[in-house]
C-alpha cells in the first residue's frame, strides 16, 4: 500500500513539472502494442471469413491471403511512425 502511494506522488510530481508522465520509447512501444493488438482483433473475424469462403471456393486462396494480411500493415505504419 505504500508503494501506491509512492507511486501516487510520483506521478503528481511529473504532472506539475509539466513534463510528460511516461517517456517517450515507453509511448512509442505502448502505441505499437496497442497497434499489434488491434491488429489481431481484425485478424480474428477476417481469418474465420476467409477460410469459410474459401470453404465455399467462392474467392481463390490469393484474395484470401491478402484481405487477412491487410490489418497487419497497421501493426507497419505504427513502426514507421516509430522510427520517423
Known amino acids: 500500500m505504500n508503494s501506491?502511494?509512492?507511486?501516487?506522488v510520483l506521478q503528481q510530481d511529473g504532472a506539475a513539472g509539466g513534463g510528460?508522465?511516461?517517456?517517450?520509447g515507453a509511448?512509442?512501444?505502448l502505441g505499437i502494442g496497442l497497434?499489434?493488438?488491434?491488429?489481431?482483433y481484425a485478424e480474428r473475424g477476417i481469418g474465420?471469413?476467409?477460410?469459410?469462403?474459401?470453404a465455399?471456393?467462392?474467392?481463390?486462396p490469393g484474395i484470401g491471403i491478402l484481405l487477412t494480411v491487410l490489418p497487419e500493415t497497421l501493426v507497419i505504419?505504427?513502426?514507421v511512425a516509430l522510427f520517423v
Open 48 to 54: 474465420a471469413a476467409v477460410v469459410g469462403a474459401l
Open 4 to 8: 501506491l502511494a509512492e507511486n501516487v
Open 77 to 79: 505504419f505504427a513502426l
Open 56 to 60: 465455399e471456393d467462392s474467392i481463390s
Open 35 to 40: 497497434a499489434a493488438i488491434g491488429a489481431g
Open 20 to 24: 510528460p508522465s511516461i517517456e517517450q
Open 27 to 29: 509511448a512509442a512501444a
